[in-house]
T-cell receptor
Framework: GDSVTQMEGPVTLSEEAFLTINCTYTATGYPSLFWYVQYPGEGLQLLLKATKADDKGSNKGFEATYRKETTSFHLEKGSVQVSDSAVYFCALRTGSNTGKLIFGQGTTLQVKP | GAGVSQSPSNKVTEKGKDVELRCDPISGHTALYWYRQSLGQGLEFLIYFQGNSAPDKSGLPSDRFSAERTGGSVSTLTIQRTQQEDSAVYLC?????????????FGEGSWLTVV
């Protein structure tokens, strides 16, 4: 079945460091891909998305490119801040308007000053 | 309302009791989802409603779990004879009709503790 695999955390970085969180997927058809973020004590919110191959999603300095050839959607940010500390979830959604989100296990990011 | 609303936000119950968790989706959203997030675990899909179609119940972990959606809006997730392993955050989400790239919006969750 469809699945998402994320790199295991926690990831600990110093402020202004470069961030990469790897995400690969297995899916039949052509999924849409998402990154969701969960800040401490808050609900899950969409960070960015891409709906077809080679699309790049971006938001708040984060980027991810839909790579069909490597079935990947890695999350990157050039310079992280303490406020980026959160749990990041990669997810896919197949189907037209009937698909559910399938999530990876989540990666905890801790940014130290 | 502006977002997906869930209640209660926190619930402590005794093992063996039944609990009901409520979700009020974003107005106009025809799709509604329930997920479970256990400590140290990822997000586990439970059930999905889309309009008047039969719900996708493929994620419900046992027959103690059920959900209904009345009038195409509010949904209730019921857990009967709760067990300690049911302790988790139960997340509700909704989305509008459209392609698979449409955003799914999540509520803040109901934190269930079974003692």
């Amino acid at each position: 079945g469809d699945s998402v695999t994320q790199m295991e955390g926690p990831v600990t970085l110093s402020e202004e460091a470069f961030l990469t969180i790897n995400c690969t997927y297995t899916a039949t058809g052509y999924p849409s891909l998402f990154w969701y973020v969960q800040y401490p004590g808050e609900g899950l919110q969409l960070l960015l998305k891409a709906t077809k191959a080679d699309d790049k999603g971006s938001n708040k300095g984060f980027e991810a490119t839909y790579r069909k050839e490597t079935t990947s959607f890695h999350l990157e940010k050039g310079s992280v801040q303490v406020s980026d500390s959160a749990v990041y979830f990669c997810a896919l959604r197949t189907g037209s308007n009937t698909g559910k989100l399938i999530f990876g296990q989540g990666t905890t990011l801790q940014v130290k000053p | 309302g502006a977002g997906v609303s869930q209640s209660p936000s926190n619930k402590v119950t005794e093992k063996g009791k039944d609990v009901e968790l409520r979700c009020d989706p974003i107005s106009g959203h025809t799709a509604l989802y329930w997920y479970r997030q256990s400590l140290g675990q990822g997000l586990e899909f439970l059930i999905y409603f889309q309009g008047n179609s039969a719900p996708d119940k493929s994620g419900l972990p046992s027959d103690r779990f059920s959900a209904e959606r009345t009038g195409g809006s509010v949904s209730t997730l019921t857990i009967q004879r709760t067990q300690q392993e049911d302790s988790a955050v139960y997340l509700c989400a909704s989305s509008s009709p459209g392609p698979s790239g449409n955003t799914i919006y999540f509520g803040e969750g109901s934190w269930l503790t079974v003692v």
